[in-house]
C-alpha cells in the first residue's frame, strides 16, 4: 500500500527571472514619471482703512493691468510706461500677451528702483473681466521673478513677488 504512494514534493515557484523584470522596471518607470509641483503664491488684498500712508504708497504704486488686447505697466500710479500688445496668433489661436517683453520692462523699472536705492517688492495687478486664468498666473510669474543671464549661467532674479489683486478699471482716456 505504501509503495503505491509516492512522496509528492511541494512544487517551488521561481520568480527570479520577474523579481530581475521588476529591478529593471521600477525605476525605469520612476524616472519617467512627471511629478506634479504645486506653488502657493501669497496675494494681498487691498487696504480698507482709509489712513494717510495708504494715499502716499499708492502713488509710487506699481500698476500692471491685463486686458485681452494688451498688458499696461503704469508706475507710478496713472503714469503709462508702457502699453505691450499681444503677440500675432500664428496658427489661428486666440492671440498671447507678450511676457518676454513685460519682463523686460519690469527689469528696468526695477533697475531704475535700485539705482534710486528703493526696496521696492510689491506690485498691484489689476485684470478685466474676460482675461484667462492662464493669462493671470503667467503674468503673476512674470512678475514675481525673471531669468538673467549672470556669467554664462541662468539665475532667476526677484522682482516683485508681492503681489495684490484687482479689477481693472475702465481704459484710460476713455469717456
Known sequence: MFSNRREQEEADIDITAFMNLMIVLVPVLLMSMVFNH?????????DLTGSQTASAEQNRQLEVVVRESAIEVYYPS???VKTIANLEAEDGRADQHDYETLSKVLQEIKRQLVAKSIDKRDALLLSEAGVTYQSLVSTM?????AK???VADAVDVELFPEISL???PGKRGDS
Open 141 to 145: 510669474d512674470t512678475l514675481r521673478m
Open 38 to 46: 504645486i506653488a502657493v503664491l501669497e496675494l494681498n488684498l487691498p
Open 166 to 168: 484687482g479689477d481693472a
Open 148 to 150: 538673467t543671464v549672470v
Open 78 to 80: 496713472g503714469n503709462l
